[in-house]
């Protein structure tokens, strides 16, 4: 699977706590509130939230 990046995949970290992220896909102007297992479109199932960092990993994508 291709890792993927802000850039390519869209979602950028507005916020992150221990389970929760909002993000927002600066492509389509969408906000989502995850959590790990949430299903992330273009992306796939949120394995990560790492606050410190203000760091979500879903499938392939790393987003900062």
Do not use: H, M
Not at 26 to 32: D, I
Not at 39 to 57: M, N, R, W
């Amino acid at each position: 699977r291709v890792k993927l990046d802000k850039d390519s995949s869209g979602w950028e970290v507005k916020a992150a706590s221990n389970n929760i992220a909002f993000l927002k896909n600066s492509r389509t102007g969408r906000s989502l509130r995850v959590t790990r297992g949430f299903d992330l479109p273009g992306c796939g199932s949120v394995t990560a939230i790492e606050p410190a960092k203000q760091k979500v990993t879903a499938g392939g994508c790393v987003i900062k």
